[in-house]
């Protein structure tokens, strides 16, 4: 079965860190990009960060350039999202999810996670 | 950046209505736009890519289409596992970004 499951969330105070996983399988994971987007409670869908195949190149949300950082291990089918000088408004679920590149569904995102929900708060 | 407007915010309908929902673009992005479905407390699922492809296993009532810089999602009889929040997001040379939602509720 494919599946992406992500963990490492919790509470954490203003202006600590975080690092989420995705743990991946059922599929070839190194063959596809994967990217991390998150939901306030209540709130829509927002894009936070994305990375390529083998690692080499990545993207984020202007809201988080700066301190977090995506990164993946291939050999563990593991994605990860370091979490850094976290403020209240990082307040949301964090869903991992999978985009086929080079193909029709090239900016689509076919299978998420169930998502990890993080807290900011003192 | 390009931003992505959904219309409307909110839409109330009856089981077998037809239902269309607009998505607008800031600028061209060609064809690459998708539309996903999400229920409370569930991971939001793909329905259609390249703006008009449906996703393997997703009822043919949805359908998808557009280019450039309006789109429409339309289910065609509205099924009561419908009732749900549903999104557009654009892929555009790294950037990729979603619309506000559109919750379908029941009438």
């Known amino acids: 079965e494919v599946q992406l499951v992500e963990s490492g969330g919790g509470l954490v105070q203003p202006g600590g860190s975080l690092r989420l996983s995705c743990a991946a399988s059922g599929f070839t994971f190194s063959s596809y990009w994967m990217h991390w987007v998150r939901q306030a409670p209540g709130k829509g869908l927002v894009w936070v960060s994305r990375i390529n195949s083998d690692g080499s190149s990545t993207s984020y949300a202007d809201s988080v350039k700066g301190r977090f950082t995506i990164s993946r291990d291939n050999a563990k089918n593991t994605l990860y999202l370091q979490m850094n000088s976290l403020r209240a408004e990082d307040t949301a679920v964090y869903y991992c999810?999978?985009?086929?590149?080079?193909?029709?569904?090239?900016?689509?995102?076919?299978?998420w996670g169930q998502g990890t929900m993080v807290t900011v708060s003192s | 950046d390009i931003q992505m407007t959904q219309s409307p915010s909110t839409l109330s309908a009856s089981v077998g209505d037809r239902v269309t929902i607009t998505c607008r673009a800031s600028q061209s992005i060609s064809s690459w736009l998708a539309w996903y479905q999400q229920k409370p407390g569930k991971a939001p699922k793909l329905l259609i890519y390249?703006?008009?492809s449906l996703e393997s296993g997703v009822p043919s009532r949805f359908s998808g289409s557009g280019s450039g810089t309006e789109f429409t999602l339309t289910i065609s009889s509205l099924q009561p596992d419908d009732f749900a929040t549903y999104y557009c997001q654009q892929y555009n040379s790294y950037t990729w970004t979603f619309g506000q939602g559109t919750k379908v509720e029941i009438k």
């Open positions: 390249k703006a008009s």
């Open positions: 999810a999978r985009e086929e590149p080079g193909t029709s569904k090239k900016g689509a995102f076919d299978i």
